[in-house]
């Protein structure tokens, strides 16, 4: 067997993506909840009220609200995820789904502001405890093992309105109390946990050319949040010492386009800023010896205390997890032949075939990735989000012929086999969006990831009825067969 016995197979999903419910039962608000939706062409935009009291709206990528503003949602946008796909009120049907998949694992997270809607009350809203603790006893109940986000890009909006995104030291004192409430509320219930969603991303997004006050806040904000995620595994441990708790990157394979080797030194530091920095810190507990060269270029000093420097040695995750979609090419030389996928961009690869968002399907990048990180760090690794988003179409009969999907998915499965035959510790794989969702870069549903369509359109119209792809029942016989009969 390439992949052992007790080896994680399941599927992903995000709060804000899927839950819907926005304003019910006491939850807070999030971006999510001010940002309509978009397309491949055309960007989601945030929505707020000026220090005048005029409408305004901005793009969401690198998005920073401007002074004296406040958030606000206007009844002329539609802002996709106030629905989701309404798992808040179909939990039940759709683990149901999951387990007659066969799933062994179901990663989905928490969303902060339906425990504390503010994020600082001293008392958690007891409905958000009390909806978490039915979908972890449902899974349970199940069979499958829940794999807990406790970030994933869902912020209190009232914190980032107040002390902007991660921009202040509160942040910390404030994840600590809602890390400490989720571990107690849900001890015995959930085992695995991970702190911060793609938390490389806040440095991925910059372009090499953004300005040093831009790298200043990204590496402010990344250094709180390393902080908050060291003190969230030390009390994890604490409180139930059969936690596993990970950190989670946006795993991308960089690849130089030429051999120049000013190619080859850019993608070098491709990987060190974008994939090792995040990485060295939370598995080694310490910065990396270029984080000063990396500081420099951009004049960075950060508010960093001793005290962190302890927590962070103490803190180290379990577990290596990381999303993986793609790959990309990066060089020095001009370049128009771009492409973009997970919001992230790169040059147009001559070798890689590319979806319709732009994204380069490259299962063999996969596998690499997964050998460079088991070799850095000799942690338990997961996949923890992969997949292909794409148009889908319904049948007059219902049914949904995505063989794409399927072919997309044996590829990389493969290539997780091949690594595991190399010695990697690979311990699971949760595809991204087992069950269609609000896209988060393009706000769409037309962009489907799922093994079940849910009858939700761009629009905000839809029944919200499941049904099953072909690739559900694929899928069903990939996990049966231990990943062997991928026919």
Known sequence: MKF???????????????????????????????????????????TFIDKDGNKQKLPNHGFKLPEGAHFAVFDDELYPNHDGIDFYHHYKEDIALLK???????RLSISWSRIYPTGEEEKPNQAGLDFYRNVFTELRNAGIEPLVSIWHFDTPLVLEEKYGDWLDRKYIALYEKYVTTIFNEYKGLVKYWLTFNEINNTI????????????????????????????AVQIGHQIDPENKIGCMICGITYYPLTSDPEDI???????????????????????????????????????????????????????????????????????????????????????????????????????????MI???????????????????????????????????????IEE???????????????????????????????????FIYVDKHDDGTGTMARSKKDSFYWYKKVIASQGEDLD
């Open 265 to 371: 030194l850019f993608n070098r530091s491709k990987w060190e800023k974008g994939i090792f920095y995040c990485g060295d810190v939370q598995c080694k507990g310490k910065y990396p010896t270029f984080t000063k060269r990396l500081w420099k270029e951009h004049n960075v000093q950060l508010d960093i205390t001793e005290q962190d420097l302890e927590e962070l040695k103490k803190g180290t995750v379990d577990m290596y997890t990381f999303s993986y979609y793609m790959s990309q090419a990066v060089t020095t030389h001009k370049n128009d032949d771009t492409v973009s996928g997970n919001m992230s961009f790169g040059v147009r690869n001559p070798y890689l075939e590319y979806s319709d968002w732009g994204w380069a399907l490259d299962p063999k990048g996969l596998k690499y990735y997964l050998e």
């Open 374 to 412: 088991y070799d850095r760090y000799e942690k338990p690794l997961m996949v923890v989000e992969n997949g292909l988003g794409a148009y889908d179409t319904v049948e007059e009969d219902g049914s949904i012929h995505d063989n794409y999907r399927i072919e997309y998915y044996r590829a990389h």
């Open 4 to 46: 052992s016995e007790d080896f994680y197979w399941g599927g992903a999903v995000a709060a804000n993506q899927c839950e819907g419910a926005w304003n019910v039962d006491g939850r807070g608000m999030a971006r999510t909840d001010v940002t309509t939706g978009g397309t491949v062409n055309t960007p989601r935009m945030v």
């Open 204 to 231: 991925n997004f910059l372009p090499d050319d953004a300005s040093d006050e831009a790298y200043q806040e990204a590496y402010q904000h990344l250094h709180y949040q390393f902080v908050a995620s060291a003190r």
């Open 416 to 450: 997780m086999a091949k690594a595991i035959e190399n010695g990697v510790d690979l311990i699971g794989y949760t595809t991204w969006g087992c069950i269609d969702l609000v896209s988060a870069g393009t706000g769409e549903m037309r962009k489907r990831y799922g």
């Open 100 to 106: 007659e998949m066969g799933f062994k694992m179901f």
